[in-house]
């Protein structure tokens, strides 16, 4: 019987479809095993080779889990808003909405072809407006909601309005915006509406701010700071400035310290813990005051050496603090406007990763040292940034690197405070013995003490206290963007009101133009019907606002990380229109069991879905405070790209073995026209690159050879491998084999399609190992082969080892082949360890073995030690040392039965020729020794 993988995979992939194989209960006496794979955007691109790696990974999981006798839920959907399709809307005019629905019937038909056991029933869609509905309604729960800093949790506003209608809010302790005003029950009480929603929004975890953020003009949006590379947009490459907007912001502060606690509990890769950890940026010092010469205003620094302050030279600003333009003198107006503009320009994370440039401008300004009474220049810098801790810094040129070159290139006078102190890094790492000079009476105080007699003397004189500081800043939640999420808000009288709930969604409007209006709305202001009348509680025309029943909506739209962050728990209960997910549901999944996905995603999408999880905990919704126990970053693979080398300033284009000494400039082809032998269709690639048509080629022998190098396996790189292609070559089963073939599931890997042949080999061998199966004892060897890769691939899957699980394969079938093994009671359990990995050949292979069934409920095989125990040892028999032959004997005979069974062996005899030995040396179990 021939091997016709084609056959066999349509048949099962059609079976697994209609009989919903890998359809997950709510409500099953089994225990719940929940497995995950980050959702795929659905690019117009389809799947490469590389996107897999993870979704097989888990598959495999998955799989083995129901074999192990768990109820498994392995749900797939899609995050399918996103700029790249409101881009592509931009250009040709087609609706997101089409070009998103035909990249998920062209993933689907990839995933499908794959055979993932993913339960389809469950499929969501972030761009759905029964899926956004929820996420709209979660955006509701934060603005109703305020984090009380007592009970360390978010509480409804309606607990917070309470204690202002009785007490006001002096003791109130609460995580709020730094100017909220102070006020009592009674001024609450006389308060507008208007005023007390003023009020309220400083609280709510979600609310309106002016925000510093990354406004992109060519793409008419906010970009979050993952969207910017080398200081444009990811997509496009176009210029990103800094800007202030009125931007919906959700207050993730507020959780800073439970979300560094979180990573203690959780089962996550060390790196990514790190990464949140650095992200959230936690540190411990003081908050001190400096007041502004001249100008009625101070200037709040956070530092965590405030014990170095009487070593303070000089102040610097970040270009957009709100001070700068209020205290900057006339002659230096110029040039700090100047600064700022161009400041405007670079990224934050530029400004963050360039410690190389010192770059200042001084306003003319001063401050006034809290204690000395000294001038303090105020300078500002792009090295500051706004966003983290105060956006000024104290800078303390005789402690801190940056800040004495930045005083040495303006020339700014540096006071010594640790003249005759030992300032080396291994000095000051021992913060016990570090001592201060030259500064008052903090002369020769150790570090701790220092620290708390500076802090103690601050709150004296009312210029600072002690305070815990976190660079974590709130998320910013708005887009200019059509696609994707619309707030459920409307304004009236300039302030939000929500959509009552019942009232969901606020769809999508229809809009003409996908861009920002003339007058710089969002794409949403290009909308005619988009007003929300209340008394109807629907969307009406525009024409019809009245701001008395009729009143604008909100032109923004929510982030991408919206709809993501809380998928997971969605998929609990996907077609539930009633509740996000009914308390049956969450309560018998709880959370995610394992996860796997990129660690690209390490300080956006997974942080801000452990800080929704813990909201919702807060609020009663879900069972766990952290939504995922295990998670796993798996590496990447990568492509093999091919470069032809253009030189420059001519139309000459040579090939790799000519470049030497030649001004070239490598160009990326698409390795589908360059051959094994890394030999480029010349003819091929002209038509593909136009701009080469008239270009020559300079050949070696006759052909051009392309450079090779190993890159991210990327369409803009044209090192991408289609699994199409290599389903329809070698089947699903190889590809996946091969994934994980390729090394551990964490670390990167080349990908080498040459590689596949070696496993759609075995499984041919594993198919024909199958040609003849009765129900015969098994042998020994049988037995033993069979239970040692039971253990083994049972560990290497619980150890996410699928690498090596895959070269045991290869040995098994190897040795069955060798024992001409036809025992059904050997292949029925090996086609049951298989499954996970190679799910439809097994299924093939079980059907041949007699079941009607599925594979997928199949018991897995249990391990006996028993097969692996030996009975017996096969002995070198040696003679004066010399080894002359092998005897087996069994493990539980005495020395004395050993020595008298060697002496009377045939062999032995022939030996000695008669002779007595002097001696006979025996060690049980190993080795038997006759000396002559």
Avoid at 654 to 674: C, M
Avoid at 804 to 817: D, G, H, Q
Wanted: proline share 5%; charged share 25%.
């Amino acid at each position: 019987m021939n091997y016709d993988f084609r056959e066999i995979e349509a048949k099962w992939q059609k079976y697994w479809a209609e009989n919903e194989t890998f359809k997950a209960s709510n409500d099953s006496d089994k225990p719940k095993f929940y497995a995950l794979s980050m959702f795929p955007y659905p690019s117009g691109a389809g799947l490469h080779v590389g996107h897999p790696l993870g979704y097989i990974a888990t598959d495999i999981y998955s799989r083995y889990k129901r074999h192990k006798g768990f109820n498994v839920l392995h749900p797939m959907g899609y995050d399918s808003f996103g700029l790249p399709a409101e881009q592509y809307a931009i250009q040709t005019g087609q609706h997101p909405a089409i070009t998103t629905e035909n990249n998920i019937n062209r993933y689907r038909e990839q995933l499908d072809q794959l055979g993932f056991s993913f339960d389809w029933s469950r499929e969501v869609r972030t761009s759905n407006p029964q899926y956004y509905k929820w996420t709209q309604w979660i955006f509701i729960q934060l603005f109703n909601a305020w984090y009380n800093n007592n009970s360390n949790k978010a509480e409804n506003i309606s607990s917070l309005v309470s204690i202002f209608e009785k007490e006001g809010n002096t003791n109130v302790e609460a995580t709020c915006d730094d100017d909220t005003p102070s006020f009592s029950a009674d001024d609450w009480n006389g308060y507008s509406d208007k005023e007390k929603q003023e009020i309220l929004l400083k609280y709510r975890l979600t609310y309106l701010a002016d925000t510093e953020v990354n406004w992109c003009p060519a793409l008419g949006t906010v970009l979050a700071n993952d969207e910017i590379v080398n200081g444009v947009s990811e997509r496009g490459g176009h210029p990103v400035v800094r800007k202030k907007m009125t931007q919906w912001s959700m207050r993730i502060t507020a959780y800073a310290q439970r979300l560094l606690d979180g990573l203690d509990k959780i089962d996550w890769p060390q790196p990514l813990k790190d990464s949140q950890t650095n992200w959230i940026g936690r540190s411990v010092g003081a908050s001190v005051t400096f007041n502004v010469k001249g100008v009625d205003d101070t200037i709040e620094v956070f530092t965590t050496r405030p014990d170095t302050i009487f070593g303070v030279s000089f102040m610097t600003l970040a270009p957009e603090h709100e001070l700068v333009a209020k205290i900057t003198t006339p002659e230096q107006k110029a040039e700090v406007e100047a600064y700022v503009e161009a400041t405007a320009k670079r990224s934050e994370r530029d400004r963050m990763a360039d410690v190389k440039t010192i770059s200042g401008v001084f306003t003319g300004a001063y401050a006034e040292h809290p204690f000395t009474k000294e001038p303090i220049p105020i300078w500002i810098g792009d090295y500051v940034l706004a966003s983290y801790g105060t956006g000024a810094v104290m800078a303390v040129p005789c402690g801190d690197q940056r800040d004495y070159d930045f005083a040495k290139h303006y020339n700014i006078a540096i006071p010594n405070i640790f003249e005759g102190v030992d300032i080396s890094e291994e000095a000051f790492a021992d913060k016990e013995t570090t001592v201060i000079a030259n500064s008052d009476f903090l002369n020769g105080l150790p570090y701790k003490d220092a620290m708390k007699k500076i802090i103690d003397e601050l709150e004296k004189i009312g210029h600072g206290e002690g305070k815990v500081n976190y660079r974590l800043r709130d998320a910013v939640f708005s887009r200019q963007r059509y696609w994707g999420e619309p707030f459920p808000v409307y304004y009236v009288d300039g302030m939000p009101q929500m959509i009552d709930l019942e009232h969901l969604p606020l769809e999508l409007p229809e809009v003409e133009k996908y861009l920002p209006t003339e007058t710089g709305e969002p794409p949403l202001g290009n909308a005619t019907t988009w007003a929300w009348d209340r008394l109807k509680a629907e969307v009406v025309s525009n024409e019809l606002i009245d701001n008395e029943n009729v009143f604008p909506l909100e032109l923004n739209t929510m982030p991408g990380w919206a709809g993501s962050s809380q998928y997971f728990n969605r998929y609990m209960d996907p077609r539930n229109d009633d509740t996000i997910f009914s308390p049956e549901a969450i309560n018998y999944w709880q959370d995610v069991d394992l996860y796997i996905g990129g660690s690209e995603h390490a300080t956006g999408h997974l942080l801000y879905s452990r800080f929704w999880q813990k909201f919702m905990f807060d609020m009663g919704y879900v069972p766990k405070d952290e939504f995922a126990q295990k998670l796993i970053n798996q590496g990447m693979i990568t492509g093999t790209s091919a470069f032809v080398y253009r030189e420059l300033d001519s139309n000459k284009v040579y090939s790799k073995g000519l470049i030497k000494d030649k001004n070239v400039v490598p160009i990326h082809a698409d390795v589908s026209l360059v051959n094994a032998s890394d030999e480029l269709d010349v003819e091929a690639f002209k038509e593909w690159q136009p701009e080469y048509k008239d270009a020559e080629f300079i050949l070696e022998d006759g052909e051009y050879i392309v450079g090779r190098e190993v890159e991210k396996m990327s369409k803009s790189k044209y090192n991408v491998v289609n699994p199409d292609a290599i389903c329809e070559e070698y089947g699903a089963d190889s590809l996946r084999l091969y994934e994980m073939f390729l090394g551990p599931l964490e670390q990167s890997k080349p990908w080498n399609t040459a590689g596949i042949t070696g496993v759609h080999s075995f499984l041919k061998k594993l198919w024909k190992l199958y040609t003849t199966i009765e129900d015969k004892e098994p042998t020994a060897d049988n037995l033993k082969t069979l239970h040692k890769t039971i253990k083994k691939v049972e560990e290497d899957i619980e150890n996410f080892s699928f690498n090596t699980s895959v070269s045991t394969f290869m040995i098994c079938v190897n040795e069955l082949t060798s024992q001409k093994c036809i025992s059904k009671a050997i292949l029925e359990p090996l086609a049951i360890l298989v499954s996970p990995y190679a799910p439809h050949i097994a299924e093939e292979l079980w059907s041949r073995l007699g079941h009607s069934e599925s594979i997928a409920e199949a018991p897995f095989p249990k391990f006996e030690e028993k097969y692996l125990v030996e009975s017996s040892k096969e002995y070198p028999i040696s003679f004066n040392g010399k080894m002359r032959f092998k005897l087996e004997l069994p493990l539980d005979m005495s020395k004395d039965d050993i020595e008298a069974a060697v002496l009377a062996h045939e062999k032995t005899q022939a030996q000695l020729e008669g002779r007595t030995p002097k001696k006979v040396i025996v060690v049980p179990g190993k080795i038997v020794n006759i000396v002559g």
